[in-house]
């Protein structure tokens, strides 16, 4: 019975350590998004338009041979701009960095217009907000997510795991694009 517990022990050991602990991954995607940046002056880029930004866009992929490192994509619209960068590993995502700049009103508001219809605000670009989120993945599956106030978002939400689909179905789209302009 002694043998048998010991096999059970050695095979939990086993199994529990073919799994990253959390703060190892992070480490691990910290390194390895450093590394990428190191180097991005090494790789070959490729930019095309953003087909899908309401008001223009732009998206650079960065590779090694035929590999993606790197994808910065530039979006606008009226009320925001936003700039993001995915990195990735063994073509796996594994992380993602967005940057919202927030308008105070849309920026077709214009001093003008807003003088026509007697109002004393308007678009200003000093009183934009940014707001940066941060999207950890491990096998292409978000496990940690720190909104724009800084917050940890809890894995087992449904806003989380919803996050997590949209974001890598937003990444598809952005290397489908490269791949086809």
Known sequence: MNKYLQIFLLLAICFSSCKKKPEVALADIKKKCKEINEKQKDLKSKHVDDL?????????GFYKD????K?????YTDTCRTFT????????LIFILKQNFVYNLPITYTEEKAKE??????YDDK?????????????NKLIKWVDAGGNDIPPKTAKFIDKGYELLGETVIL???LKEQ
């Open 175 to 177: 290397i489908k694009q």
């Open 117 to 122: 219809r007697n109002d004393s605000v308007w």
């Open 71 to 75: 994808i910065l994509s530039e979006r």
């Open 85 to 92: 960068e995915y990195y990735f590993d063994d073509g796996m």
């Open 127 to 139: 009183k934009t907000q940014l707001g940066i989120s941060r999207y950890y993945f491990n096998d």
């Open 52 to 60: 899908t930004s309401a008001r223009g866009g732009a998206i650079t």
């Open 66 to 69: 035929d590999e993606v490192k």
